[in-house]
């Protein structure tokens, strides 16, 4: 079994709500979300495309994801309008045998240390998807940073 196709059994499109863990109000926000998960290059890659909103202010991201089969090495890049602005996150991961995806990123936040994100994917076997991501401090503690849940639209 290829390694991304449980997920690409999700092609299409899914509704649901995103929560953000507020940095600035430490507080959660929710929102209304969409999400859509296309095969692309003949399904050498699979995009997972999603919206959600901040205080009202419509924000996007994406993933676009690839596994090398010979290597067994996930590599996915991450962009976003709200947490990564312009720049673009290169991660690395693995793909569990249920499907679920783990993948760990890290970016710059001067004048300290870099810190690291990990994002979870799970294609659910009851027809649901899940997008949740965690800010990883420099000294190893994680905390949740968002958490999307989905069901086929």
Known sequence: MEALNKLAACAGDWRGTSRLQDP??????DSASAATVTPVLKGKFIRLDYTWAYHEDPQEGSLLMGH???TRSLTA???DTWHMGNKVMACQGAIAENGV???LGSYAAPPGPDWGWRTIVTPGDDGTLSLVMYNIYPDGREELAVESH????
């Open 77 to 79: 890049h991450w962009i």
């Open 24 to 29: 600035e109000n430490n507080v959660a926000d």
């Open 150 to 153: 989905y069901n086929r639209a």
């Open 101 to 103: 995806i783990s993948l």
């Open 68 to 70: 090398d089969a010979k």
